[in-house]
């Protein structure tokens, strides 16, 4: 679970959540009852979600005579999920939502996250996929599945990566040819589908990208389809199986508790397929709903890093081992091991990455909250750079550094850690499939470096560092902040920098792979300093609510503390790569393979 | 496995093993013989060790009826390990060992933990615990037990941490009763004991820390027993069981190959062990093992790594996805992604951390074989001084940056590297006990900054550096490694720098808590440089063998990209920390409790 303390702060501090709540579609809103739904999703969190993690995670999904076994706790799980409405939040009212603000949906991924991330990815898929028929479908379409996924009764899954074309979408073959009543038929097969075959559910709806026969090659020919596990009738009830078979389910290190599945699509010409939206446009529809469902990975790898840093907590005060270093070498008194300076520095440690990842999510999800309502153009566009620039670093900050938090949640608690008798060990092989899954690191940082920056001339990034320096000059007027904010600020400098650096190269015309060659590190370092400016965002707000005596005093010095280590810790190691990115070493962009394969 | 050609280069460029098997010692020994050698760990690791890895991972060590039930692949390979004499690569001929320099025993162990690290767990803990027999035990002790642990008949174990004293070991309280016949009876529970039980040899002979009744407290009242799971009759035959019982088995994340064990010594007050050595001494024997053991740790977790990046390398050849950068946006010819710069880079990367942890092994086992030869105290002097320097480091350098390896490794292979398809998730996992065992990354870093740093004024460390300074400046002569030299020398004198300001710290009478408290820290630092030093050995080597024409030019340019990549991505993020280090930040170790576990 994520603490309360923690998820109150963070709406307050970083979504300014009372001003969204205030706007006209909120109507339906107080934060009353806010603070009903987040009671509603702690409850079921841990009543539900947590209590049936590690079972799940023991008896993963098993394929037999072509049914997917799951233990009991998997369905009392979705049950009060679904009976709780926590498939709708983002959805809006006539959606059969619940309209919360994105800030919110953030909120329930990173907290159910933290309970069972298997389970809350089939929550979160199902949204991401119901998005898109909301968002594009017909009337046809969307009144027949649109309810039943937004309830919970139907699951949806995104059925992109083929066995040949995981990453590359643009290769794709699944093939879906014109029926005289309007519907398609198609075959092909997907893999990697998360959610792709279970009994949680009355139906599973398959968002797929496929080619219409004749199609163009490329991104260019992709549409979307609806394909239902099973066909409905008249009446928008279940019916016979549609032509979609599982061939196989992923044996997976972690995120057990979800099926991983290889689905086969039309092997008997059977498989009844629904166009949404326009024919050849799939990808860019894919592509308007990435940014929430990126938004939701970050979520859900900062809530998988604070539960273990929740745990370590507790495990460090409860743990007697070794006598304190200041009692001298004669000392017979054990203690706790959070009276080690090395512990403290693992628990700050996580504190810092955990949070700081939380706090990245929220501020991309409040960026969608503030788009919902902005009517002006040039606000709107300037925010609209602003989510294209962060979205890559939302789905992969959480991702690398959450992860992190989670090894060094397993290292408190050591040979205990390394057991499955404590869930860390779990979060740590769930969290690793963040920097994979919704397109691996390497591609985001491709995204960032090349589409949000480099082809952007920069803009969306040079806006991006000048607010944040004009940010940072009115925080460290606090004096106790002056010393982090004089750091900060030399830090953007530099970044401002190695921005100018990679343009004046792209001008000099300099290779693609030279370019671009570096974009992981570049990715790292802007992601780094975008925490480290919510970082110190936080740290200002704990201060002021100190001088004024609010209560939770050791809550919020923490995350003055947490701030501090931060950018006394983490950001000089970001930072150590200003240099070799601004003179664009190439040492492996123009390495030749032979030397990388040489034994 | 480990390729040939790595082993060959580091045996010659960084053990310079010639010379030690001209040694007299080494009489029975030549070049040919060494290759012998190498071909037979090469043999059973490959069609034994790893043939078996992922059966053993799969089916973990089960308890039924009280006895270990392991998979038939296990027994084969030890079998092979047993015919082949690779449990006695570190004994001497009089000690039925094929005397073997420590270097071999390093890669050996690199070599058979990169194809099985569970399967040489029991070797090394044999080995470990057979040289406390062969070294510290009386003749009775020793006629009984070393021939046939060495020659693999018997395996061994160390029990030393107990369920309330982990890494506390001063508080152990399992307890020896001294017996008319002069052996020992004992009672207690040792806890995390690595092949603790298991069918895999005729007897497990245990060394058992323990206290003899009416022991003085903490460490000086600690003695070592050997107590065999089967009791040895008057021929040394194995005869009845001994009072030792398995409570249970561990469910560990990796490292699954090997049984893991809650023991129980004197249930039915009818344990007997002998005592080895004399009474009371048992931690100084113990440590007296430890620097071999620590130098095993590090070759097996550097093997791990080396291994991922072999198969990540072979994944990145065969696998076709996406088109090349420089082709362009439309560009259609899918390439194989080791045309990726982000895919390069994780390779090189790998390369980097994995290789140079696999020298900093065979540096320190070639510093134990120096030692065993040196006959003038000044030079022994130095030597030792260097060996304990380097004990921390090479145990912790390895474990930390092994598993980034293969962290790497799994993510070259995508959503495949996340499923159990692939070993290199099994490899992810396995490593990850590197950090913990035999002492945990923190427990090094205070032995190293605390015992081996200030308790030594300084002298091994500034010894250390001073010599690596002048090595540079003799390597940085060939003018491909100018640069790397110079920002090589001006890290080493930042280096010392942080030593002369910790101890005038010391001498200022800062407390314990804050001198120390930045331990893990200014342990990656030094070890990063330590690695960045052989880095630049490894690439002059390179180099020159280059410029003489020498074969395999592919395989010594990577050594010489592997050493541009450490000392200009790598070495700058361990500097980063020498800021806070020098100004002794206590942004962790002063932070009161409450702050830290705030909620």
Wanted: net charge negative; glycine share 8%; proline share 3%.
């Amino acid at each position: 679970m994520i603490p309360r303390t923690e998820l109150e702060f963070m709406l307050d501090e970083i979504c300014d959540i009372d001003r969204v709540i205030e706007l006209e579609q909120y109507a339906h809103l107080d934060r009353e009852q806010l603070t009903l739904v987040l009671n509603t999703i702690e409850k079921i969190g841990s009543d539900f979600f947590a209590s049936s993690a590690a079972k799940m995670d023991e008896e993963e999904p098993n394929l037999r005579n072509g049914v997917v076994v799951q233990p009991e706790e998997a369905f009392r799980a979705i049950d009060a999920a679904r009976d709780a409405g926590l498939f709708s939040t983002s959805f809006s009212l006539e959606e059969y939502g619940l309209q919360l603000p994105h800030a919110i949906t953030a909120c329930a991924n990173a907290a159910l996250a933290s309970d069972n991330t298997s389970m809350n990815a089939i929550l979160m898929l199902t949204a991401g996929s119901a998005r898109l028929i909301a968002n594009f479908a017909d009337e046809n379409v969307k009144s027949r599945f649109l309810e039943p996924m937004v309830s919970g009764r139907f699951t949806g899954t995104m059925c992109l990566s083929e066995p040949h074309a995981g990453s590359s979408l643009s290769q794709i073959r699944t093939t879906a040819f014109p029926q005289p009543d309007g519907s398609y038929s198609l075959t092909g097969q997907k893999m990697w589908i998360t959610g792709g075959d279970h009994e949680l559910a009355e139906n599973i709806v398959h968002l797929v990208l496929a080619r219409i026969e004749g199609a163009p090659e490329g991104v260019k020919g992709i549409s979307l389809f609806v394909v239902p596990k099973f066909r409905l009738d008249d009446k928008g009830g279940v019916s016979d199986r549609n032509d979609v078979t599982t061939i196989g389910l992923n044996h997976k290190m972690g995120y057990r508790g979800v099926s991983n599945a290889l689905l086969s699509f039309g092997d008997v010409r059977n498989c009844q397929g629904f166009l949404v939206g326009e024919e050849n446009q799939g990808m860019s529809y894919m592509f308007q709903m990435m940014n929430e469902l990126r938004v939701g990975v970050g979520a859900t790898a900062a809530g998988v890093a604070i539960e273990g840093a929740r745990q370590s907590r507790g495990y460090a005060v409860e743990r007697v081992q070794g006598t304190s270093l200041d009692a001298g070498s004669n000392a017979r008194e054990q203690v706790a091991i959070i009276q080690h300076p090395d512990v403290r520095r693992m628990l700050l440690a996580q504190r810092s990455l955990s949070e700081g990842a939380l706090a990245l999510s929220l501020y991309a999800a409040s960026l969608l909250d503030d788009l919902d309502v902005e009517n002006d153009a040039i606000r709107q566009a300037v925010l609209q750079r602003r989510i294209s620039l962060i979205t890559p670093l939302v789905k992969s900050w959480p991702s690398e550094h959450g992860i992190r938090a989670n090894d060094i949640a397993l290292q408190v608690l050591g040979g205990a850690g390394y057991t499955r008798d404590f869930s860390v060990e779990r979060l740590y092989r769930d969290n690793r499939l963040n920097a994979i899954h919704e397109g691996t690191t390497g591609i985001q940082a491709l995204d960032l470096l090349h589409r949000k920056v480099v082809a952007d001339n920069g803009l969306a990034l040079e806006e991006f560092l000048n607010s944040a320096l004009d940010d940072v000059s009115e925080w460290m007027r606090l004096e106790e902040l002056e010393d982090l904010g004089l750091e900060l600020k030399a830090s953007i400098e530099r970044c401002q920098v190695v921005l100018a650096k990679l343009l004046e190269a792209r001008d000099r015309g300099v290779a693609n792979s030279v370019l671009f060659g570096n974009a992981t590190p570049f990715m790292d370092l802007i992601g780094c300093l975008t925490v480290a400016w919510l970082w110190l965002k936080m740290a200002h707000a704990a201060l002021v609510r100190l001088k004024q005596g609010a209560t939770g005093s050791d809550y919020l010095s923490s995350k003055v503390a947490a701030c501090r280590y931060f950018i006394t810790w983490e950001l000089p190691r970001a930072l150590s790569v200003v240099d070799p990115l601004q003179r664009l070493d190439n040492t492996w962009s123009e390495l030749e393979p032979a030397i990388l394969i040489a034994d």
